[in-house]
């Protein structure tokens, strides 16, 4: 079974800082991918950075970049130069047919 | 960029009586469409994934007979709720797998969702 970890419910965070989003997962699978999502208060799922696991580089979009360990099954995202707009529930996903989820993690953006 | 859309955003209906849900991807085919359920402060959890003309595979624990999933096309997927009871008062989102989606194929467009409220 594949299982995905988001030990921290909560974080907060300066605006203008960075922060980071911990996410652990499992599987026994060779070919899969890992995504992020964001789920503002409006509830609509929004992807925000994908990861192949064949990959070794690093996946970075603008101020979103991930730390991938696949030896460690650790994939974290950074987020830089945080914004207002980036307050929402961030969810840790991984899967390739289908997706597995995360508990999620809170992000607060303090002005 | 790929649009999903679900019908209707909300719903309150009365218990034992049945609820469709529609997810319509508007500008690109699927070949796969799923659906989601999230309580609240809650992750996304799969219920079902279907596929065009075939069989919706259900995942473990969901009953098949409670939540109909009928995928006609490569743009319509439906869920029903049959004999809903306040349990079933949820949120609901489908995604769905573009058919050609470029170099990846394996993302997913999810729509904005469905709350369903049964009293």
């Known amino acids: 079974a594949q299982t995905v970890t988001q030990s921290q419910p909560e974080m907060s965070v300066q605006e203008a800082e960075t922060v980071t989003l911990s996410c652990t997962y499992d599987t026994s699978e060779s070919d899969y991918y890992l995504f992020w999502y964001k789920q503002p208060p409006s509830r609509q799922m929004i992807l925000v950075i994908r990861?192949?696991?064949?990959?070794?580089q690093n996946a970075t979009e603008n101020r979103f970049s991930v730390n991938f360990q696949k030896a460690a099954k650790s994939f974290s995202l950074k987020i830089s130069d945080s914004q207002l707009g980036d307050a929402a529930m961030y969810f840790c996903a991984l899967g390739a047919q289908k997706l597995v989820f995360g508990q999620g993690t809170r992000l607060t953006i303090n002005p | 960029g790929a649009v999903v859309s679900q019908h209707p955003s909300r719903v309150i209906c009365k218990s034992g009586t049945s609820v469709k849900i529609e997810c319509r991807s508007l500008d690109f085919q699927a070949t796969t469409m799923f659906w989601y359920r999230q309580f609240p402060k809650q992750s996304l959890m799969l219920m079902a994934t279907s596929n065009e003309g075939s069989k919706a595979t259900y995942e473990q624990g969901v009953e098949k007979d409670k939540f109909l999933i009928n995928h006609a096309s490569l743009t319509l997927s439906t869920l029903t709720v049959t004999s809903a009871h306040p349990e079933d008062s949820s949120f609901y989102i489908c995604?769905?797998?573009?058919?050609?989606?470029?170099?990846?194929?394996?993302?997913?467009?999810f729509g904005p969702g469905t709350r369903l409220t049964v009293t």
């Open positions: 995604s769905a797998r573009s058919l050609t989606s470029g170099v990846f194929s394996y993302e997913q467009y």
């Open positions: 990861q192949e696991a064949y990959k070794q």
